[in-house]
């Protein structure tokens, strides 16, 4: 295992907070390497950089508001992790849930991330906000 320089992983923290202040599937190139694998729940592992780019097309589809709060973070010997807060509409309703996403870092990307978070409150905020189907849908499945 490589550890990771402290420069590296700070910066690393200051680009993924600009990333989600203004998410968009063209910016994950410059949080990723090509050779990212990518696991979270409610959704299939993605391997490689264009695998996760269509799968979080998907994502800001279906919420095209989703944006992203760093609360804190901390190093780990190959990477960082980040607990922040996703929040979003959903049926025309707000809706945000905590998440904390462990990265390992290589050269000053992501190499690889993990996500943790209760997928319970976004999955009841769909469920009872059936305006929300119709874009959800869509976002799965094309047009």
Known sequence: ??????????????AFKGYWSDPSVDALAELLTEDVILRQPLGATTRRLEAGKRA???????IPDL???????????DGVLIEFRLHGTVGGKPVEWP??????????????R????????????????PTSWPRLLRSRFGR
């Open 67 to 77: 944006r992203g709060t760093v609360e804190r973070w901390g190093p780990t010997e």
């Open 56 to 62: 979080f097309a998907r994502i800001l589809a279906a």
């Open 99 to 112: 998440a904390v996403d462990r990265f390992v870092l290589r050269d000053g990307m992501a190499s690889e």
């Open 1 to 14: 295992m490589r550890v990771v320089a402290m420069d590296d992983r700070q910066d690393f923290v200051e």
């Open 114 to 129: 993990v996500s943790y978070f209760d997928p319970g409150r976004l999955m009841r905020a769909v469920a009872t906000r």
